[in-house]
């Protein structure tokens, strides 16, 4: 029975991992392109975006 609920942990660990990459890959990937479209914020501003953000998502993930 623990044997079985181990291989359940492991998929469910598996499956985060295998997401995890494209949706901080993603993530960044818009805060740059936000960054990109509004040029009238100042390049902290946008620093400060991707800090807080970069945060955000590796909290969340």
């Not at 181990?6 to 890959?25: A, Y």
């Not at 990109?36 to 902290?44: I, K, Q, T, V």
């Amino acid at each position: 029975m623990a044997n079985l609920r181990n291989k359940e942990k492991e998929e469910i660990v598996r499956e985060v991992l295998g997401i995890q990459p494209i949706l901080i890959g993603s993530f960044f990937t818009l805060l740059i392109l936000s960054c990109l479209l509004f040029r009238h914020f100042s390049l902290l501003t946008c620093l400060w975006a991707i800090l807080t953000g970069g945060g955000l998502a590796y909290g969340i993930l």
